[in-house]
């Protein structure tokens, strides 16, 4: 409770970590990690066919370019703003979780800050220099060599991201032995990565049949061959994505049951086990089909059906990423730090003396009868904010206005009897942390704005607010031991 409190009442802090990142992976696998290689290797099969085609080898290179121009407008704007997005959204809405993965992943962090860098300057130099090298074999060839460099490259950069999301989920045997090692092999990331690998090729693969939507005048045939070769790719490609779907699900239970009772996670995971069987099947199906399809009759296919797999691929994705937020829920990391941001090992501490008297941005310490709302307000802040605003996406005064009869109001007592159970009825929701009296004040407030929402400022416009006689919680764990 050290940082201010940046808070975005309308959409919601989730919601904008959610965005921001669900459109750079989406990018960034596609076309950074499953594009480069799809290109490199076009690019040789090009090359391969100048002396015995070189009209056809022509054509088919500056098709293969145009594709690339498409990947390097993307990868270097929007992709790498929305990565440095997430850095910023994320540090922003919870420090603290961020401060705790960069103690873990010290050296990873900037390592990977490095590689992204450098990941960006070579796409650049891959698609620059792409013109230049057809003016000589020996050119072509470095080329294509630079090609196969890069997509090793920017494989790398998911690796290393993915080693720190399976460890949000799980830290696996890094409680016990704390060492840079232990959390990297976290029992997630592995299953992970080997699930994001194929997948990034194959919808790589639906995109660029999705492009040639685009970059089809006629159908002639260098288009056909271009489908069919890009379809075999996604023939490749998709059964061992959906393997590898299967064995990031079979991992996923142990960890949902560290966090979970095990009522609980059996429930969610069954409901999941049925919509996952669903997506699996449906995107795999609708993908291996149309690739099937364009190989044996590319010349038949109406142009729109290339919509269908990369739709069905991105849903495949964004539905694995929702779980995999939700798996570690009611923790950030996994059973050390709440989504609120407060530590586990903490709570008793708060339970007893309460937060605010800890909270460094807090406008009430001690609560009276004057200051009750506004204490409330603070209470909201710390314990709820991450996750529900007051007038926006998931807004608590919905949420309590739902629970009491039509037309009558929320009372005090509606909300305190709620909330000491509310990890019980929604597992995703930490337990409360605050004590009694903030419990009330928390009701009170809540009371208030079912009555007149307001917009709840983040510290970003509405201003900080520093007490000097602030408690220090880990001198306060030192005292207790
Ligand atoms: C980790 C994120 C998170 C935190 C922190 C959190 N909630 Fe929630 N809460 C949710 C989500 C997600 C929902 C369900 C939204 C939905 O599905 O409609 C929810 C639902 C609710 C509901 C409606 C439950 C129902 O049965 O319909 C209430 C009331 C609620 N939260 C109150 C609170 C209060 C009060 C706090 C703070 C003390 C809090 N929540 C903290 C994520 C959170």
Request: glycine letters at 0%; aromatic letters at 14%.
């Given at each position: 409770m050290e940082f201010p409190f940046f808070h975005l009442?309308?959409?919601g802090n989730r919601m904008l970590i959610a965005v921001i990142a669900i459109l750079h992976v989406l990018i960034n696998h596609t076309l950074a990690v499953g594009f480069i290689p799809l290109m490199t290797l076009m690019e040789y099969f090009g090359y391969r066919k100048r002396k015995t085609d070189p009209d056809f080898s022509q054509k088919w290179d500056k098709l293969t370019y145009k594709m690339m121009f498409v990947a390097f407008v993307i990868t270097t704007s929007l992709g790498a703003m929305t990565g440095v997005g997430i850095w910023l959204s994320a540090s922003l809405i919870n420090p603290y979780s961020i401060g705790s993965l960069i103690r873990v992943f010290y050296g990873a962090w900037f390592t990977e800050w490095i590689i992204f860098v450098l990941e960006v300057v070579f796409i650049m130099y891959y698609f620059l220099q792409w013109k230049k090298s057809n003016e000589s074999p020996g050119a072509k060839i470095r080329h294509i060599r630079f090609g196969a460099f890069l997509s090793v490259f920017s494989w790398l950069t998911m690796a290393i991201i993915v080693a720190i999301l399976g460890f949000m989920m799980d830290t696996g045997s890094w409680d016990s032995d704390a060492t840079f090692l232990s959390g990297v092999l976290n029992p997630l990331y592995l299953p992970q990565l080997y699930f994001r690998t194929p997948l990034a090729m194959a919808m790589a693969g639906t995109f660029a049949l999705f492009l040639l939507i685009f970059f089809q005048?006629?159908?002639n045939e260098v288009h056909a061959k271009a489908k069919q070769y890009i379809s075999l790719w996604v023939l490749g490609w998709t059964p061992v994505a959906a393997a590898g779907a299967f064995a990031y699900y079979l991992q996923i239970p142990d960890a949902m049951f560290g966090n979970l009772p095990t009522a609980v996670g059996t429930m969610a995971f069954a409901s999941w086990y049925d919509t996952m069987l669903k997506i699996i099947i449906g995107a795999v199906a609708i993908s291996l089909l149309i690739a099937l399809l364009s190989v044996l009759?590319?010349?038949?296919?109406?142009?729109?059906?290339?919509?269908l797999p990369i739709i069905a691929m991105f849903i495949f994705l964004g539905y694995f990423e929702r779980i995999r937020e939700f798996i570690r829920k009611p923790y950030v990391i996994g059973e050390y730090m709440y989504a609120n941001t407060l530590r586990a090992e903490d709570y008793p501490l708060f339970k007893k003396e309460g937060l605010l008297k800890y909270a460094?941005?807090?406008?009430?310490?001690e609560i009276t009868p004057e200051n009750e709302v506004e204490a409330g307000k603070n209470v909201f802040m710390l314990a709820c904010s991450r996750c529900h605003t007051v007038s926006g996406i998931n807004s608590i005064a919905d949420k309590f206005q739902?629970?009491?009869?039509?037309g009558e109001p929320v009372t005090a007592k509606v909300v305190a009897d709620y909330i000491p159970n509310m990890h019980r009825v929604w597992y995703y929701m930490p337990e409360f942390p605050g004590n009694e009296e903030e419990l009330h004040a928390l009701s009170k407030w809540v009371v208030e704005v079912s009555k007149n929402p307001e917009y709840l400022e983040g510290a970003q416009s509405g201003g900080l607010f520093l007490s000097s006689e602030k408690n220090n919680v880990d001198q306060n764990l030192a005292e207790e031991k």
């Open positions: 009442d309308f959409m005048k006629k159908d009759v590319p010349k038949r296919i109406p142009r729109l059906t290339y919509f460094t941005y807090s406008t009430v310490r739902k629970m009491v009869p039509k």
